[in-house]
């Protein structure tokens, strides 16, 4: 038996997300919806900033 896959697929409107689900249903495939939002832009680029400065040793230790 292959293992199962994962399928992310991002709707722009709830009536994309409810033609999905009746889909999914239909062919009887299990799937989960999430609210969950992806990071914010503008925070990742301080992560990756700070990460820049670590790797560079542009820091100060406490």
């Not at 896959?5 to 994309?16: L, N, P, R, T, Y």
């Not at 889909?23 to 009887?28: T, V």
């Not at 609210?35 to 990742?44: A, G, I, K, R, S």
């Amino acid at each position: 038996m292959k293992s199962p896959q994962v399928v992310i697929v991002h709707s722009s409107s709830q009536s994309q997300s409810d033609a999905l689900k009746a889909f999914l249903k239909a062919l009887k495939i299990k799937f989960e919806f999430s609210d969950e939002e992806t990071y914010n832009p503008e925070f990742v680029e301080k992560i990756l900033e700070s990460k820049r400065q670590i790797k560079e040793r542009k820091f100060t230790e406490v």
